[in-house]
C-alpha cells in the first residue's frame, strides 16, 4: 500500500474507518465455520452504540465461551469474519509478548489463537496461529484510547493512518492464510 504525502489535516481525515456492521452482515461474514455456528455464535449486542470511526476491525470474546474469539474485518469493501480459539493458558501468557497484528507489547495480555482453516483443510483439523491482543481491541491500543501502561508501545513516528494500515494490513495477511 503506497502512502500519498498529505498535509497532516487530510491523513487524519482519511484514516480508514469500518463502516458499521449490522448482526446480520456480521452473521454472513464468516468464512471459517460452518452456517449452523455462524447462527448461533454470540454476536455483541451493542453494535448500535459502538464508536466504528476507531475501530480497524470488530472483535470480541464470546462471554459464554472466554475461550472462543471472533474477528470481522472489512477487506475489500467486504466483511470479513474468522472465529478463534485461544489455545489455553500456559507460561507464555505470563511474559511480555507482542501483537502481531497491532504490535503493542503486553505482561499477560497477548494470547496465543488459532483459526480453523476455510473450507476442507479446516475440516481435517488444519488450523493458523497468530499472538493477537487478548481483549482483542488492537484498534484502540493504535489510537492511544486504552493503554497497557508505561512503555507498552514503542514510539514510532508513523501517522495514525500509517499505523492502522498496518494493523488492517497485519489482520488481512492472517485472514488470508485461514481463507486460502
Ligand atoms: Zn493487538
Request: aromatic share 4%.
Amino acid at each position: 500500500m503506497t502512502i500519498m504525502h498529505l498535509p497532516n489535516l487530510i491523513r487524519q481525515i482519511s484514516v480508514p474507518v469500518m463502516k458499521p456492521l449490522t448482526e446480520q452482515e456480521i452473521r454472513t461474514a464468516f468464512v471459517n465455520c460452518t452456517k449452523g455456528e455462524a447462527k448461533r455464535l454470540t454476536v455483541p449486542r451493542d453494535l448500535a452504540e459502538r464508536c466504528w470511526d476507531d475501530l480497524d476491525f470488530l472483535g470480541w470474546r464470546d462471554p459464554q465461551a472466554p475461550d472462543r474469539a471472533y474477528v470481522v474485518a472489512e477487506l475489500s469493501g467486504r466483511p470479513v469474519g474468522i472465529q478463534l480459539r485461544s489455545s489455553g493458558a500456559g507460561s507464555w501468557q505470563l511474559r511480555r509478548s507482542m501483537c502481531s497484528v497491532c504490535l503493542t507489547t503486553h505482561t499477560g495480555g497477548v494470547s496465543l489463537m488459532v483459526a480453523p482453516r476455510s473450507g476442507k483443510a479446516g475440516q481435517q483439523g488444519n488450523s493458523v496461529g497468530i499472538y493477537i491482543c487478548s481483549d482483542l481491541a488492537c484498534s484502540l491500543y493504535v489510537r492511544g484510547k486504552k493503554d497497557t501502561g508505561i512503555g507498552a508501545r514503542l514510539h514510532e513516528s508513523l501517522t495514525l493512518e500509517e499505523k492502522t494500515e498496518r494493523t488492517v494490513a497485519n489482520l488481512a495477511s492472517f485472514i488470508a492464510k485461514v481463507s486460502a
